[in-house]
């Protein structure tokens, strides 16, 4: 798990129990509204606005022009097709658009690309529409920025519509109306619409009605799109999201209902992360393993035997899904690891064969595994598929739109995006990359976790999750609540019957309490009984056998007491110097002296050898915050030839070599470079 910034909310706690009582709330509930930045009772109350929130659809920019268009091809009997997008939302925008056409009466269709087809419309699609005897499209979900394939569109005599809710590029394209809270000239109060938010406004406007008039029929949908796209849940999204999951908890629509059967999931006990856990994964998993056109056949169908053998093969989908993801990243993680790419600021790997529908999915394991944006690229047929993930303070849309001479088809988010290159460039795009984000980022930033407010274990237990539940749904922009239990004390460390996961059992005075460390073995934990540590976590509920307990998940964990901000500098400095650069900001803190050299040689003379990660090597050492001068001693002495030192797949390697005579440690070349650019950077802070 890669390194991660802690932000610790500060929390005037007199204030808060002021503004819990003016607006009615749990002072808990204050507490962490405040640490969000709901510090006044009109942000609270906006915060818990209902559906006086929600705007007339006709706020969007354009929403008339398509309104106007559409009707005219529902009463004249125009042959509509809805182009949609092959991800979750896309699919939710399509069978929500679909349903309500024919529900008044309109010759509509749909058109679903497949993943190798690429994202956003194309020219072979549209003649494919046009053979079929469209004369409208309607895009959901995508169509911002496909000027040219509209242009085209239009030139053999089929208008469009669009409705999207990805970044426009310079020139919006030439449809009959194009509905996009993004425009610049678009004056909607909130911008966080998922496709499928769009796709509904639509609908509504359509029907002529307000926004809060159909939540019965399509919230449901709504809800799974925007949670399943990650958008903000505030502001309308809340109250779709919250009207979604009571739709899905007290009457599902059968396609929901059978998904739900088949994942093993109560519709009763549905909420929004189970949504994103459960129901999400599985509608992408048409579309990476088969076509996605089944996804939108599963929530449009109207008989229990056609939505469980859809469900089912949803549910199959995503187990191959899965098991496809898993390998891609381990051949990714190789590729990085052999070229040590995991030293540049943006990551970019690439392999021929690895399926469309899971680049995704591995970009994000990538990016948490090593704490750099990552895009990843499936090459086939001379063109490379890719999809780019980031974290908060990297933006990637910007970053790969620097790149624009190369792109073939390019969309999407500040921290997500898909791009289509050809295979040759992948070289020349990582090169690219690497020098916006090394212009614009000199340090890169970390991920970031923001501890709502720090707690005492003693005091935690039901009543807590109980408190929290005002704050629900939880998802992007209003997680679930995480707390900070400080200085607590590691006592046992117990592994699963499988051996892949582990208990963890921690004291603080009388108190003692465990949680589970998914996903890690005993020989990959990093901390050993004793240890005093920090830890990020968020509080649930467990039903058991009708009972109810309190669930402590661990979301991050670290050395109690030392300097994190130090600790992180001082990664990206090793980084920066493992690229060669020397314009870079080195204290005398990330100098090995003769002392510290002498020191880590003489850990290593008396273990035999060291073998184990690098933070855990700092660690052992007392020298937790001091990464890079850790770092750069290892590098030093193994220089000189007084150590032999390896790395692989994140394992440092390092046994003594014997040797006769003393070394001179002022002779290696990488310690004079190293206090060179200090000295500089010394000189230069004094003129």
């Not at 194309?122 to 079929?132: G, H, L, N, P, W």
């Not at 194009?178 to 029907?207: M, N, Q």
């Not at 989908?317 to 990085?336: F, G, L, P, Y």
């Not at 059992?505 to 589970?516: A, E, H, I, Q, Y």
Request: hydrophobic share 40%; glycine share 8%; net charge negative.
């Amino acid at each position: 798990m890669a390194r991660k910034r802690w932000n610790i909310a500060s929390t005037d706690k007199q204030k808060a129990l002021h503004l819990a009582e003016i607006c009615g709330i749990d002072p808990f509930i204050a507490i962490i509204l405040m640490a969000r930045g709901c510090s006044t009772p009109d942000s609270i109350k906006n915060f818990f606005a209902g559906s006086e929130c929600v705007t007339s659809p006709f706020e969007l920019k354009d929403m008339e022009s398509a309104v106007s268009r559409i009707q005219r091809a529902i009463d004249e009997f125009e042959r509509i097709t809805i182009y949609g997008d092959y991800d979750a939302d896309g699919i939710t925008s399509t069978a929500l658009l679909y349903s309500y056409l024919t529900s008044v009466g309109a010759d509509v269709s749909y058109y679903i690309p497949e993943r190798e087809e690429g994202y956003g419309l194309s020219k072979e699609a549209i003649d494919k529409i046009k053979a079929q005897g469209a004369s409208l499209i309607i895009t959901v979900d995508n169509g911002i920025v496909a000027v040219d394939e509209i242009d085209y569109a239009k030139s053999i005599g089929i208008e469009t519509v669009v409705t999207d809710h990805h970044l426009p590029g310079d020139v919006l394209p030439s449809a009959a109306a194009t509905v996009d809270p993004h425009r610049i000239d678009c004056s909607s109060h909130f911008k966080g619409l998922a496709g499928v938010g769009v796709a509904y406004k639509l609908v509504c406007a359509l029907e002529g009605c307000g926004c809060d008039d159909l939540l019965d029929e399509y919230a449901d949908l709504v809800a799974i799109g925007t949670i399943a796209d990650v958008m903000p849940l505030h502001d309308e999204n809340r109250v779709f999201v919250k009207a979604g999951i009571n739709l899905i908890q007290n009457a599902p629509r059968i396609g929901v209902a059978a998904l739900l059967s088949a994942a093993g999931i109560k519709a009763a006990d549905i909420d929004s992360e189970n949504i994103s856990y459960y129901i999400a994964p599985r509608i992408n998993a048409a579309s990476r393993m088969g076509k996605a056109s089944r996804a939108v056949s599963l929530l449009l169908s109207e008989t229990e035997d056609e939505a469980m053998q859809l469900a089912e093969e949803l549910c199959n989908d995503n187990t191959s899904r899965k098991r496809s993801e898993q390998e891609v990243s381990a051949e990714a993680i190789r590729q990085i690891e052999e070229k040590k790419l995991y030293n540049d600021r943006i990551i970019v790997a690439s392999g021929g064969g690895w399926p469309h529908g899971v680049v995704g999915i591995a970009a994000s394991r990538i990016m948490e595994r090593y704490g750099k944006p990552t895009i990843i690229f499936s090459v086939e047929n001379g063109e490379a598929v890719g999809s780019g993930r980031s974290m908060k303070g990297f933006n990637l849309h910007q970053c790969i739109s620097s790149c624009g001479d190369l792109l073939l088809k390019f969309g999407g988010h500040e921290l997500a995006a898909g791009v289509t290159i050809k295979e040759d460039d992948v070289d020349e795009f990582r090169c690219r990359v690497n020098e916006y984000a090394k212009n614009n980022s000199k340090i890169m930033p970390f991920a970031c976790i923001d501890i709502d407010c720090k707690l005492n274990p003693a005091g935690v237990g039901l009543n807590t999750v109980e408190a929290m539940k005002p704050l629900e749904p939880f998802g992007s922009s209003n997680k679930r609540p995480i707390f900070g239990f400080f200085d607590v004390k590691l006592e046992k460390v117990t592994p699963s019957s499988d051996k892949k996961h582990l208990r963890l059992t921690f004291s603080r005075g009388n108190t003692s309490f465990s949680l589970m460390k998914f996903s890690t073995t005993a020989d990959e934990f990093k901390f050993i009984p004793g240890d005093r540590l920090d830890l990020a976590v968020t509080l649930a509920e467990n039903l058991y056998n009708g009972n109810r307990y309190l669930r402590i998940n661990l979301v991050d964990m670290r050395p109690a007491g030392i300097d994190y901000d130090e600790y992180l500098h001082q990664i990206r400095v090793y980084e920066c110097l493992n690229r060669g650069e020397d314009d870079i900001d080195i204290s005398a803190g990330c100098i090995p002296d003769r002392d510290t050299l002498a020191s880590i040689y003489r850990y290593i003379r008396s273990n035999g050898e060291i073998c184990s990660d690098d933070d855990s090597i700092c660690l052992r050492l007392g020298m937790a915050e001091s990464y890079c001068k850790v770092m750069l001693a290892l590098d030093i002495m193994s220089e000189l030839g007084l150590i032999e030192v390896s790395r692989v797949n994140g394992i440092i390697k390092a046994n003594i070599i014997n040797i006769n005579g003393k070394v001179n440690i002022d002779e290696s070349i990488l310690m004079k470079r190293v206090k060179a650019i200090n000295e500089a950077k010394e000189k230069q802070a004094a003129v």
